[in-house]
Structures are given as structure tokens and as C-alpha cells.
């Protein structure tokens, strides 16, 4: 059973292009969530995808964008960039348990991660 | 709002010394708590979680229980290996949605 796959595992851009990330869901996960990890720090939550909708937001620019696929798969998209754009960018997977709503138990699971650097 | 704060490292040990990383939170409700650990140059794997009060989460040695009263979940090991040295994340869920709220991290070195 294959985990959470990323792609590409590193990238290297200029300031002002455009950068899409890939992220293929666990097995049997229908919810696909979206952070960025800088050098040193802990993740921070960019967005999270159920239903091919942007169900849940967290405190980035709109330069930062999404998608979901019908097979549950998932794209980060960046324009753009910024020197300070430059970190790991993980992608997690979960199931989306509707009985447990508001109950927050899910578990994530993570990628190994795309290491983007904006030169 | 929802926070976590973990103590500062790095944590540097000799082989099979006792382990303890902090870890507080503060959140609304009733959130569940996480451990994540990060090797060099991977991404982050789940170590244990506990989803409600007085639950003990364990997993490889590691345990950490979630304790309401202190608002914390403080991750233990009785004996680390050098295999251990890793990043070690803990994090929280609170709310209808899965947000992971992670805090800073904590560098653990582990010499023979």
C-alpha cells in the first residue's frame, strides 16, 4: 500500500515564476492538506482540500493556490515567488470520518515533501 | 487562539538515557494531540497521538500521555538509541476540520 507521495522532491525557481507541487493521497484518503516548513521552524497549515473544494484556510497570500482531483490527488500552486517562499512543502492525507465531525480525531499523514528554493 | 509550545533545543544524550521533551497547548475544546518525528531530510512520520483526556499514547518506547489539568503532553522514551536522533514535533487538533497546529520542534542528538 503506497504512503503519500510528492513530486518533485526538489525544485529550483527564480523570483517571479510559478511553481505547481504534486501530492498523491494515502490509500483510501479522500482529504488532502497542504503546509510549508521553513528552515528550522514547524509547519504551518497553507490549506486543506475535501470534495475538490478548499474546505479550510490558513493565514497565506492568494499567490497560493489549490486543486483536487476527482481521484482524490491534489496541486499546490505558487505565483509569483518570493525569496521567502523557499521551504519544505509537505502534503498530508486523511479520511474524512462525517460521524466524528467536530470531534477532530483524523489522523495525517505526510509526504516526504518537496524542497522548494527561490533564488 | 490555538497554540503549542515545546521546549528549546537541541537535547543532546548519551545512548540509553532517559528522554523527556515538553511539550504545552493551548486550545478551545477538546483538541487531540499529536507527536510527529522528523528524520534528516525526510518528511514527518506519526509517532502517537491521544485523543482525550488521561489517554497515554505510545509507540517504539516512546509514550506521552495527555494530561487536561497541566494542558500537556509531554513526550517520554526510558531509553533512546542513536537511531533516535531525529526533529520531534508536537501538535494539536481542535475544531471541526483538521488544521495541524504544530509547535517549534525540538532537535534531539543521541551519541554512543
Known amino acids: 500500500d503506497a504512503g503519500v507521495t510528492q513530486s518533485p522532491t526538489h525544485l529550483i525557481k527564480t523570483r517571479g515564476q510559478q511553481v505547481t507541487l504534486r501530492c498523491s493521497p494515502k490509500?483510501?484518503?479522500?482529504?488532502v492538506s497542504w503546509y510549508q516548513q521553513a528552515l528550522g521552524q514547524g509547519p504551518q497549515f497553507i490549506f486543506q482540500?475535501?470534495?475538490?473544494?478548499?474546505?479550510q484556510r490558513g493565514n497565506f497570500p492568494d499567490r497560493f493556490s489549490g486543486h483536487q482531483f476527482p481521484n482524490y490527488s491534489s496541486e499546490l500552486n505558487v505565483n509569483a515567488l518570493l525569496l521567502g517562499d523557499s521551504a519544505l512543502y509537505l502534503c498530508?492525507?486523511?479520511?474524512?470520518?462525517?460521524?466524528?465531525?467536530?470531534?477532530?480525531?483524523?489522523?495525517?499523514?505526510f509526504g516526504p515533501g518537496t524542497r522548494l528554493t527561490v533564488l | 487562539g490555538n497554540s503549542v509550545t515545546q521546549m528549546e533545543g537541541p537535547v543532546t544524550l548519551s545512548e540509553e538515557a532517559f528522554l523527556t521533551i515538553n511539550c504545552t497547548y493551548t486550545?478551545?475544546?477538546?483538541?487531540?494531540l499529536f507527536w510527529y518525528v522528523q528524520y534528516p531530510g525526510e518528511g514527518l512520520q506519526l509517532l502517537l497521538k491521544?485523543?482525550?483526556?488521561?489517554d497515554k499514547g505510545s509507540n517504539k518506547g516512546f509514550e506521552a500521555t495527555y494530561r487536561k489539568e497541566t494542558t500537556s503532553f509531554h513526550l517520554e522514551k526510558g531509553s533512546v538509541q542513536v537511531s533516535d536522533s531525529a526533529v520531534y514535533f508536537c501538535?494539536?487538533?481542535?475544531?471541526?476540520?483538521?488544521?495541524?497546529?504544530f509547535g517549534a520542534g525540538t532537535r534531539l542528538a543521541v551519541h554512543p
Open positions: 498530508a492525507s486523511s479520511f474524512y470520518d462525517s460521524r466524528l465531525a467536530g470531534h477532530s480525531t483524523d489522523t495525517q499523514y
Open positions: 490509500s483510501g484518503h479522500d482529504t
Open positions: 482540500y475535501y470534495e475538490e473544494e478548499e474546505r
Open positions: 486550545a478551545t475544546g477538546y483538541p487531540s
Open positions: 491521544a485523543t482525550k483526556a488521561d
Open positions: 501538535a494539536l487538533i481542535s475544531g471541526g476540520y483538521n488544521k495541524l497546529i
